[in-house]
């Protein structure tokens, strides 16, 4: 059985919020669903799907670099130099906050919805909501 291999793009869609509650949506373009509050929101930017589609990456089989050429995340690519297939994920966009027992700045991934997080230097218990 062969790996899957895959690729994380380095560009993502501007942190957008929900027009109905103001929580933020899923770091994505077209059809959106609020985490918070299921409203259904659709989200374009031409200038992340530009950018997406000009997006130089290396081939994680060869290291060959080559231009993305499309503009959806995740997109299937294949090399043209070892003709390896690989996904082209999108982006997860990764935020600091400071703990509020410690200040130790914590870094995590952006996701939409509410969350609590214990703090691995004092164990301190506290609630996000993106």
Known sequence: MTEELSVESKVAPPALSCPKCQGMLPSSLGEL????????VRVD????????KEEKLSCPSCSKVLVAGVDERP????????????????QTPRVELSCPGCDRNLRMKRRP???????PACDTEFNVRF
Request: aromatic content about 8%; hydrophobic content about 30%.
């Open 113 to 119: 919805g509410k969350r609590t997080i214990e703090c």
């Open 75 to 90: 997109a299937q690519l294949k090399c043209g130099m070892c003709e390896c297939y690989f996904t082209l994920e999108a």
């Open 45 to 52: 930017h031409p200038v992340t799907r530009r950018k997406w």
């Open 33 to 40: 669903t609020c985490q918070l509050c299921n409203a259904r």
